[in-house]
């Protein structure tokens, strides 16, 4: 089963060009390389949303190893950009099989639910767009990156209730 994937990398700026014109800038904050799979529908969303909004990886001020502050705490900025190869399958032969991320258009609906869901929370969101070759610049901070998995995030949830 293939469900939602986000690469989560802190950044201290990060944008996304489309033929030369940029389409998402942000300063501080996160940028969300995201892979909306096959098995997914709308009940993932939100708690992903929950999840990345709320992540503690923000230094506190005691000190850079520190991870206490989220987005939220942040005022962080968010850029979500759709990436269906997080659901690469390289195990046979030499070319990736992309049959675990969910069809196109579907995908796109989600991911627009998603950043939707994002943006109720007082955090500036941008993104890139769908579909298109995009150019992904940014600073890595830290550098601090993190894989979430809505599969296993709602597995843990089952587990704790």
Known sequence: MEFMRILVQRVSRAAVHVEDRAVGVIGR???LLV???REDDETVLAPMAEKVVNLRIFPDPVGPSHFDRSALDEKADLLVVSQFTLHADSRKGRRPSFSAAAEPVRAQS???SFVALLR???LRVETGVFGAMMDVSLNNDGPVSLW???EEL???RRRTR
């Open 148 to 150: 979430l998995d809505s």
């Open 120 to 122: 109720r929370f007082p």
């Open 154 to 156: 709602l597995a843990g």
């Open 29 to 31: 904050g996160l940028l």
């Open 110 to 112: 989600l991911l627009d």
């Open 35 to 37: 892979g909306i799979g």
